[in-house]
């Protein structure tokens, strides 16, 4: 067991955690910012598609990225699990099981966004559909990522108020950084429903409402990259 904790320190896997948090981060901000939003054009399913087209690799690019950043969603999710199953291992674990089922969702909805690239070839049974069909499906496509990437949140929203209450516990990690991870679940679980339930309202709502949740999630990464964890205090909680 010694030889575990002198390999896995809390320390050095908190830091390790917050550079797999800060990567998530900075690509999900970078998907989102820099690639759908300045490839989709809301309600204009023929500009999309233009765009899709002309900008394919960046697309592409997108949809890569989107895969690696749940490659380091998965560590990251061993890694907390690891350094809050002191507080509570059930909970911990269960948190694991909800990140699980999040990253597996919102990485088959990138099936979606390869998906919207397929009318848009050249192959010959696509002279079948006339220009305003292949665009709406590429748009269908599109718009069916998004709802798949707010089913994902529904479950990751758990995820962020598990993990807040545990740290909120822990003693070896701030109190203020549970506090504000249980508010970005709430937010998440609020959009994602208001995405299901009232379109119109998610459309008010957003992106207002997540930006408390990228508060909490910030504020957790910046906690395990720079004031790291209390390996005095997780001890005490691991014995």
């Known amino acids: 067991m010694e030889k575990d904790q002198g390999e896995f320190s809390p320390r050095v896997l908190g830091r390790i955690g917050g550079v797999l948090y800060l990567i998530s981060i900075i690509m999900g901000l970078f998907n989102e910012a820099f690639v759908r939003n300045r490839i989709i054009v809301s309600g204009d ?3 999309t598609a233009a765009k899709i087209r002309s900008l394919e ?3 592409r690019f997108g949809i890569a990225g989107e895969l690696f950043q749940l490659t380091c969603c998965v560590a990251l999710a061993w890694i907390l699990y690891v ?3 002191p507080v509570s291992r059930d909970l911990a674990l269960l948190a694991t099981f909800f990140n699980l089922v999040a990253i597996a969702i919102e990485a088959a909805v990138q099936l979606n966004l ?3 690239l397929f009318p848009l070839g050249s192959a010959a049974y696509l002279r079948a559909f006339t220009p305003e069909q292949i665009y709406a499906m590429t748009s269908l496509s599109v718009k069916l990522h998004g709802y798949g990437f707010g089913v994902g949140l529904i479950f990751f929203a758990w995820v962020c108020i598990v993990w807040g209450y545990l740290i909120f516990r822990s003693g070896f990690l701030p109190k203020a950084v549970g506090v504000l991870m249980q508010i970005a679940g709430l937010c998440y679980l609020i959009n994602s429903f208001a995405l299901l ?5 998610a459309n008010r709502l957003f992106p207002a409402i997540l930006i408390p949740a990228l508060v909490g999630e910030a504020s957790l990464c910046l906690c395990l990259l720079i004031k790291g964890v209390n390996i005095e205090k997780w001890k005490l909680k691991a014995a």
């Open 45 to 47: 399913a023929t500009a």
């Open 57 to 59: 690799s960046l697309w």
């Open 83 to 85: 350094l809050l199953r």
């Open 114 to 116: 390869l998906a919207a």
């Open 197 to 201: 339930l009232a379109p119109t309202l």
